[in-house]
Every structure is written in structure tokens, then in C-alpha cells.
């Protein structure tokens, strides 16, 4: 979370994804409601971003991937319910690579 409100996933310092939130007074930072939502709240109320994956009885837990790729995955089964898909590395052969 960036002081502007933005939410953002950085790779070798370049950001490669964003919740579009600068300039928004965020209330607290980032949330994962019961329901398995990961919400951002305006300090005034209200929502101004979230992943749309409510309905999760057993929530969602918020992972940061070795590769880089951020993903929220289903607390219960263990599924990617949603992801920002910011891999930053790339396979240069079998078995290895670059970051």
C-alpha cells in the first residue's frame, strides 16, 4: 500500500500492477472480509475496490508468489480465486530462472 492509497505490486522496483486507487483516503488499508472479499474502504465509507470474490464460507487467504504473482486463494480448497498476474520472472531453460 502506497501512502497516496494506491495498492501496488512492485517487481525490481517497477510496478507492474495496481488497484487505481491514488489520491483515495483509504480507511486501514487493504481487508479480506469473512465472506473471502479483499476489499479497499474509503475513509468517508463505502468500498472504492475489490476482487469481487465474496462467497467463500471458509474465507480466502492473500499469498505473494515466489515468482511475484499475487493471488487470493480459497482458505478451504485451496483454489486461486483471483489473481493481479504479475509473474515477473521468465524461464530461460528447463529448471531455472531469471528474475
Known amino acids: 500500500m502506497q501512502w497516496d492509497g494506491n495498492l501496488v505490486v512492485l517487481c525490481h522496483g517497477a510496478q507492474t500492477w495496481e488497484s487505481g486507487t491514488s489520491d483515495v483516503d483509504i480507511k486501514g488499508g487493504v481487508a479480506i472480509q469473512s ?3 479483499l476489499v479497499l474502504y474509503k475513509q468517508s465509507g463505502g468500498y472504492v ?3 469481487s470474490t465474496s462467497g467463500r464460507t471458509g474465507g480466502t487467504v492473500l499469498v505473494v508468489q515466489d515468482d511475484g504473482n499475487v493471488v487470493a ?5 485451496g483454489a486461486e480465486v483471483w489473481s493481479t498476474e504479475t509473474a515477473c520472472y521468465r524461464k530461460i531453460s528447463p529448471g531455472k530462472m531469471q528474475f
Do not use: A, C, L, Q
Open 35 to 37: 465472506d473471502g472479499n
Open 49 to 51: 475496490w475489490k476482487t
Open 73 to 77: 486463494k480459497d482458505r478451504t480448497s
